[in-house]
């Protein structure tokens, strides 16, 4: 095999000097790039690699079947003698299993046979083998095609004894074959496609030779030629003429050159015509050289009056200018003053940013004032209730104690007494756990509202804990509070900031959304878009008007003034919705339409 790709690249050198050489000679006096050479080698390349490819591949597919095929043979061969090798081994007769060794070994496809015991001792080993214990072979194997391996591969299979009904294992066989024997067999295989390889790249090389020299070559040539021989003053016979090439690129060529020579003698003609103009446009020249200088002279009188002018006009721009100079100075007085007052301007503002900053402040303390104050009666309730109830169990233990010291307590005594304390404690289980919760609820309300931490809440169970803060606020009235929020919205956010949020809906509508007699309701809706919390607050009241709605989120606009009303809440609202959460606040309104807001809050939402 490898003296077949030696001839082939011989043969391919052979054609592709011969190539080069007639192409050399008929660029070689003109010194310039052989286009034709460098084309012809890029695509005999690309047949070359591709040609070699195929021709490869079509060896190892021819070599893999062959040894595929000795393969099988192999197995064949195994079944063949498997009977009698096998009682022989069940016989430990040695000189037979060597006298089947010898006769397996003289088969052309055979280079080596290997035979062991059931222990794994070799009996016999003939021609070229490998170590059949380096295989890795399990006791349960009993047949393996064995990978080629330093030129050997071969077919491994156990030896099975049936002796009454059973089956044993006695031994087992190894057949080799060669790389040598798989060759030797594909030999004339490989001669063909090496020969059609061969034959294929010289008709294609002569086939590409001759048809880029006639087809390129030799029309090059002739052009060349033909365009040498172009004179300046013959055009007419300075054109190309192709006959042999038409409807061809070289066509192409020689029509655009004739052009240019067509071009040619347009410009020339057109060079004469302007040399005639040209003499008649100096002829003129002159004449109005003279009428020129009759002018200049005529203009030069004048010149000198305009120079006297220009200096009476010099005098007053210089008096213009000290006038403009006293302006000046006059005006970059007026702009210090300018300065001094904006710095003044510019304190003013930052001191009545700093006293908003403090309102806001104040009306944030006192809407948990007003918590403080709701949620205290509440808590006091229960407490009350729970201290009455420890009181009356108390003197029931009293009395209790009385008896029994005097003994005179009595089993409907004790009945009755322990049932009173049952119910005692349980109304003070009750209403102190009532207690607890509220206390709870406000404290995590309080907390988040004087907090700027960012925390992970649920929102259900968060907004809960808000509005069982406003409870006192709420239950003075009989309004109703609507809440629509799933129960897995899970997020990690300003919690003080949505608190107040909430709360300054909440109270504003509270305070100026509803008649003292009218039986309001809120609703609020949370829902997740996106990365985004939206929030849909809505409440029944009296609206407002365009115009207020304008109005709305100006600080100190209030429209209970006369009622408490501080115009800081949708202030507050709209700072925390901006600010600390860069999201967005809009409002929906008309008189005796009630009042919405539509919130979206971008927040890190935690998916369980």
Not at 209 to 217: E, I, P
Not at 256 to 273: F, H, I, P, S, T
Not at 529 to 555: A, S
């Amino acid at each position: 095999m490898n003296l077949a790709f030696l001839w082939l690249t011989v043969a391919i050198q052979l054609d592709w000097d011969k190539l080069t050489a007639s192409y050399q000679i008929g660029y070689s006096m003109s010194g310039t790039t052989n286009i034709s050479k460098s084309l012809l080698t890029n695509v005999l390349s690309v047949y070359f690699v591709l040609t070699l490819t195929v021709t490869c591949v079509q060896v190892m597919g021819e070599y893999f079947d062959t040894k595929n095929q000795l393969v099988q043979e192999l197995q064949n061969q195994q079944s063949t003698f498997s009977n009698s090798l096998a009682r022989s081994l069940w016989e430990y007769n040695n000189p037979q299993i060597e006298a089947i060794a010898e006769g397996l070994i003289n088969i052309p496809a055979i280079a080596g046979i290997a035979i062991r015991d059931e222990t794994g001792d070799t009996i016999v080993k003939l021609g070229l083998t490998d170590n059949v214990n380096s295989l890795n072979l399990h006791a349960d194997v009993e047949d393996r095609i064995i990978a080629e391996r330093n030129g050997l591969f071969g077919y491994y299979s156990a030896i099975i004894f049936e002796f009454a009904g059973d089956s044993i294992r006695v031994g087992d066989v190894t057949l080799f074959s060669t790389r040598d024997i798989a060759l030797d067999r594909i030999k004339f295989s490989l001669y063909f496609i090496f020969g059609n390889a061969i034959i294929k790249s010289t008709f294609l090389i002569v086939l590409f030779t001759l048809a880029f020299h006639r087809m390129l070559n030799r029309p090059m040539n002739l052009l060349t030629q033909q365009i040498r021989n172009f004179r300046l003053d013959d055009l007419e016979h300075s054109r190309i003429n192709l006959k042999s090439n038409r409807h061809t690129e070289f066509n192409m060529v020689e029509q655009a050159y004739n052009q240019l020579l067509d071009n040619l003698e347009d410009y020339q003609e057109d060079l004469e015509r302007t040399q005639q103009q040209l003499v008649h446009a100096n002829r003129k020249l002159d004449e109005q050289n003279a009428v020129l200088e009759q002018e200049v002279a005529r203009k030069t009188s004048s010149l000198s009056q305009v120079l006297t002018d220009l200096e009476r006009r010099k005098g007053e721009l210089e008096r213009r200018q000290t006038k403009l100079e006293q302006e000046i100075r006059q005006r970059k007085i007026v702009e210090d003053d300018l300065r001094e007052t904006n710095s003044q301007l510019q304190s003013s503002v930052t001191a009545f940013e700093r006293v908003q900053d403090q309102l806001l402040e104040a009306e944030k303390l006192a809407s948990l004032g007003r918590l403080v104050g709701g949620i205290t009666h509440d808590v006091n309730t229960p407490l009350g209730i729970g201290i009455t109830a420890a009181s009356l169990v108390k003197d029931k233990l009293d009395n209790m104690q009385q008896a029994l010291e005097n003994k005179e307590l009595t089993e409907s005594q004790l009945r009755t007494l322990l049932g009173a304390s049952l119910e005692s404690a349980q109304l003070l289980e009750n209403n102190l756990g009532r207690a607890s919760e509220l206390l709870d609820s406000f404290k995590q309300v309080a907390v988040d509202q004087t907090s700027t931490a960012v925390r992970e809440i649920n929102l259900a169970n968060y907004v809960s804990h808000v509005l069982l803060a406003l409870q006192p606020r709420l239950k003075s009235t009989s309004h109703t509070v609507n809440i629509d929020c799933p129960p897995d919205l899970n997020a990690r956010c300003h919690a003080g900031a949505l608190a107040q949020i909430i709360t300054n809906l909440v109270l504003n509508s509270l305070i100026h959304a509803f008649a003292e007699d009218q039986q309001g309701e809120i609703t609020l809706a949370f829902s997740r878009h996106g990365d985004r919390l939206v929030i849909d607050y809505r409440d029944n009241g009296k609206g407002l008007t365009e115009e207020q709605q304008q109005h709305l989120f100006e600080p100190f606009f209030t429209t209970r003034r006369d009622y408490g009303g501080s115009g800081l809440g949708t202030h507050i609202i709209r700072n925390l919705v901006e600010q600390t959460f860069n999201g967005t606040v809009s409002v929906q309104s008309a008189p005796g339409e009630g009042l919405a807001y539509h919130i979206k809050l971008p927040i890190q939402f935690i998916d369980s």
